[in-house]
């Protein structure tokens, strides 16, 4: 490489922003798919013949140098347009201009790798796009996962549907007074989420791009604040999720029936007990907050953002390995680091 090409080259590495790569072996890809469930209706919409419609990104294990690079927010300079900076700086947490031009170790479009994979469901938290978490779903796939992450309509800030229709946040039944009816619409938005997660299970299992790819004896479920109540709910109603991740959304159940982990930043225990296994794994760094899981300080350059976020894509990735794989060897069977506190409850009475 000559002198000039080495200045280009460094030149547009300080340009973009950057995300940490993943940890595994395997290399990442992304595809995005939009699902029309046409048995349901649109209730966030006045139109009553619109038909529930939803995104799909789906990322994967691919054959390395297949597809192209991919891009972290395919659709953004579109939602610039259609929405503009002001509200998409918001939900970005003032990360728009690095989002811009962040490059993430993910490829568009790859070969399916030859396999069969644990496949997981992931939920975001409201009003942020599943997309936002490259760093930990992209991390999950490079340990050999198939990740199904949902973009719920109408409550992620943006979202492109069919036609190329862009799709704000508009579930203004989250804020509306009084406060006491937002429990029964947060329960009755959860139910959508989970009947979306259903639907796209299904759309998968008849996919020919993965018929072959997924271990439908290993599946799990994950979210992030609202989206970890979609994934207790989808796992406790789906005889395929076998079991759940919870980041950040404190169970109130009086039980859960399946394998459990909680990854959290507060010190706190559960208002009531919940039988079975169950890994507590507090994450107490300078840098943890409720929105550590997205990519959002990593790409702000914030202090300490990218050690957090290098523990919570270990210890999520440590979790499915040991309790959906039976693997050996994770951080789970190791000391904790300092920022780290891990406890595991086998049962009610073990606590």
């Known amino acids: 490489m000559g002198l000039a090409s080495l200045w280009i080259t460094l030149f547009v590495t300080i340009l973009s922003a950057q995300l940490p790569e993943p940890q595994g072996r395997y290399t990442p890809a992304r595809m995005t798919f939009v699902a029309r469930d046409a048995s349901r209706d649109e209730p966030l919409t006045p139109d009553p013949s619109d038909r529930r419609e939803f995104v799909v990104h789906v990322w994967y294990p691919c054959m390395p140098a297949t597809g192209s690079k991919a891009q972290y927010l395919p659709d953004l300079s579109k939602w610039r347009e259609a929405l503009g900076d002001e509200l998409l700086r918001s939900a970005l947490d003032g990360a728009?201009?690095?989002?811009?031009?962040?490059?993430?170790k993910v490829l568009a479009q790859g070969e399916v790798l030859h396999g069969r994979f644990?496949?997981?469901?992931?939920?975001?938290?409201?009003?942020?796009s599943s997309l936002g978490y490259t760093t930990i779903l992209s991390n999950l796939v490079s340990y050999g996962y198939?990740?199904?992450?949902?973009?719920p309509t109408y409550e992620v800030f943006a979202t492109t549907l069919s036609e190329g229709r862009i799709a704000g946040f508009a579930a203004v039944g989250w804020f509306e007074p009084p406060a006491e009816n937002i429990p029964a619409f947060e329960a009755e938005r959860v139910k959508v989420w989970?009947?979306?997660?259903?639907?796209?299970?299904?759309?998968?299992?008849?996919?020919?791009l993965f018929l072959?790819?997924?271990?439908?004896?290993?599946?799990?479920?994950?979210?992030?604040?609202?989206?970890a109540k979609a994934a207790m709910a989808l796992t406790r109603q789906d005889s395929r999720i076998k079991l759940c991740l919870n980041l950040d959304g404190y169970p109130a159940e009086p039980a859960f029936p399946k394998p459990l982990a909680i990854i959290h930043e507060e010190l706190r225990e559960p208002s009531r007990l919940i039988p079975g296994?169950?890994?507590?794994?507090?994450i107490r760094t300078p840098a943890m907050h409720l929105r550590s899981?997205?990519?959002?300080?990593?790409?702000?350059?914030?202090?300490g953002a990218e050690a957090t976020m290098d523990l919570l894509s270990k210890y999520a990735a440590a979790y499915f390995d040991k309790v959906l794989r039976h693997k050996m060897g994770t951080v789970l069977d190791y000391k904790a680091p300092p920022g780290v506190e891990v406890k595991q409850y086998e049962s009610a009475e073990g606590r």
């Open 293 to 303: 899981f997205l990519d959002f300080d990593v790409l702000n350059e914030r202090p």
């Open 212 to 227: 072959r790819s997924i271990d439908w004896q290993k599946a799990g479920a994950l979210g992030h604040l609202t989206g």
């Open 146 to 151: 198939i990740v199904l992450a949902l973009d």
């Open 194 to 208: 989970t009947a979306d997660a259903k639907f796209a299970l299904d759309q998968m299992a008849a996919n020919k």
């Open 118 to 128: 644990p496949l997981l469901v992931f939920f975001p938290m409201l009003g942020a």
């Open 96 to 104: 728009l201009e690095p989002a811009s031009k962040a490059r993430p």
């Open 277 to 282: 296994q169950v890994y507590d794994i507090l």
